[in-house]
T-cell receptor
Framework: DAGVIQSPRHEVTEMGQEVTLRCKPI?????LFWYRQTMMRGLELLIY????????DSGMPEDRFSAKMPNASFSTLKIQPSEPRDSAVYFC??????????????????FGEGSRLTVL | GESVGLHLPTLSVQEGDNSIINCAYS??????FIWYKQESGKGPQFIID?????DKRQGQRVTVLLNKTVKHLSLQIAATQPGDSAVYFC????????????FGKGTMLLVSP
């Protein structure tokens, strides 16, 4: 079975350029997460979608970051303009939460292999 | 098992030993805890979870212990193998309704043959 697919795997860009990261979640999953990983701050949740609707974007650093999920099989994370401090590995993860509420919480997120972003 | 600056805490063990990785979580209201393993160059991978109404849960070669009194979580790996070498993260869920996770900084486990 195909897991979560992210592209590109590596991106090197110059400060000020627009960066778009892409994610295809596992088919049938209704929840999608974008995380950012750095040595200093570890894994940080950026945004969470449930049934294609953004539920919690409080982790999005600032207005330069935006995320969309136009359908159940695709999501993008865009940084415009990019800055050197955005350099990190960006992970997309998906899972299936059959409902909202404590009984439906799952900790089993399926992560992609990440997109390593370097902004010069 | 908390990180300091740029350096991850590291646990070095010999193949066949039992390993214990510790984690102090932050929120006394958290009711659900998970351990993840991350190998170099890959995304985190789910290992085992435990809800706050339990204090122990066992899986295949792994056991998670939860002490809510001191907000402490541990992962025990029996008969550690070189393939267990990775960074291990504990994560907590503080949201009453959704599956959002807050991750700790991680502990690196190095297993020598």
């Amino acid at each position: 079975d195909a897991g979560v697919i992210q592209s590109p795997r590596h991106e090197v860009t110059e400060m000020g350029q627009e960066v778009t990261l892409r994610c295809k979640p596992i088919s049938g999953h209704n929840s999608l997460f974008w995380y950012r990983q750095t040595m200093m701050r570890g894994l940080e949740l950026l945004i969470y979608f449930n049934n294609n609707v953004p539920i919690d974007d409080s982790g999005m650093p600032e207005d330069r970051f935006s995320a969309k999920m136009p359908n159940a099989s695709f999501s993008t994370l865009k940084i415009q303009p990019s800055e050197p401090r955005d350099s990190a590995v960006y992970f997309c993860a998906s899972t299936n939460s059959p409902g909202a509420g404590p009984a439906y919480k799952t900790g089993e997120l399926f992560f992609g292999e990440g997109s390593r972003l370097t902004v010069l | 098992g908390e990180s300091v600056g740029l350096h991850l805490p590291t646990l070095s063990v010999q193949e066949g030993d039992n390993s214990i990785i510790n984690c102090a979580y932050s929120n006394s209201a958290s009711d659900y805890f998970i351990w993840y393993k991350q190998e170099s160059g890959k995304g985190p991978q789910f290992i085992i979870d435990i809800r706050s109404n339990m204090d122990k849960r066992q899986g295949q070669r792994v056991t998670v212990l939860l002490n809510k009194t001191v907000k402490h979580l541990s992962l025990q790996i029996a008969a550690t193998q070189p393939g267990d070498s990775a960074v291990y993260f504990c994560a907590e869920n503080m949201d009453s309704g959704y599956s959002t996770l807050t991750f700790g900084k991680g502990t690196m486990l190095l297993v020598s043959p």
